[in-house]
């Protein structure tokens, strides 16, 4: 049964530092990985999506790498604002799941301090 | 992009009402889902559909049902409510499992 795990649970840095969150999985089969922000109260919004076939994705200061070999997500988010403050998932949809079910994290809670 | 409506972002019922949570799609998408979130517990899958009439149970399915009559509509039914299901549901979409999912802005379920 895949197993996904977001370790730290929770994380303070202050504003300008880069952010650097793990993800990690226990079966390599899987089809994508996803990123997702989640804003206390509401949905979830997608960050990144990563095919299993790629090593990494960018977009703006976000930038995610897939190492499925080794099961393993980061993702980075540069020079952080206090804006970037929310819980991030990460999710993997595995292969051998019946229609397209995701396995998620339980999550990085992230607060950046002005 | 692709939108998911969830219609109603606040609820509060009675413990015993039967209980309608709708969510809507609009890219023609396969694949729906539901899932609860509670704290502590993450996210659990309710059910999901793959086709119109096609429903399978997911991890927590007791004391819900699912309908999808039509491909861009997916409904949550509790067919009696208790305090136990006082969560934050949130729906979700996908066409094919090369693609990821998009949620709704969920809604977070009082049952009193």
């Known amino acids: 049964k895949q197993e996904v795990t977001q370790i730290p649970a929770a994380l303070s840095v202050p504003e300008g530092e880069n952010l650097v969150l793990n993800c990690s999985f226990t079966?390599?089969?899987?089809?994508?990985l996803q990123w997702f922000r989640q804003d206390p109260g509401k949905g979830l919004t997608s960050l990144l999506l990563?095919?299993?076939?790629?090593r990494e994705q960018t977009s703006g200061r976000l930038n995610a790498s897939l190492d499925k070999s080794s099961g393993r997500s980061t993702l980075y988010i540069a020079a952080s604002q206090p804006g970037d403050s929310a819980t991030y998932l990460c999710a993997v949809s595995p292969i051998k799941a019946a229609g397209n079910k995701l396995t998620f994290g339980g999550g990085t809670r992230v607060l950046v301090k002005p | 992009d692709v939108k998911v409506t969830q219609s109603s972002r606040y609820l509060v019922k009675r413990t015993g009402e039967k209980v309608f949570l709708e969510c809507v799609q609009d890219?023609?998408?396969?694949?729906m889902f539901w899932y609860r979130q509670d704290p502590g517990l993450g996210l659990r899958l309710i059910y999901f559909?793959?086709?119109?009439?096609?429903?399978e149970k997911g991890d927590i399915p007791e004391g819900y049902s699912v309908s999808r009559e039509k491909k861009e509509r997916f409904s949550l039914i509790l067919e009696s409510a208790s305090t136990n299901q006082t969560s934050m549901y949130l729906c979700?979409?996908?066409?094919?499992?090369?693609?990821?999912?998009?949620f709704g802005s969920g809604t977070r379920l009082t049952v009193v």
């Open positions: 079966d390599s089969a899987i089809y994508n």
């Open positions: 990563i095919q299993s076939s790629q």
């Open positions: 979700a979409s996908s066409p094919t499992p090369n693609y990821g999912y998009t």
């Open positions: 890219m023609d998408h396969e694949n």
């Open positions: 559909s793959y086709d119109v009439k096609m429903k």
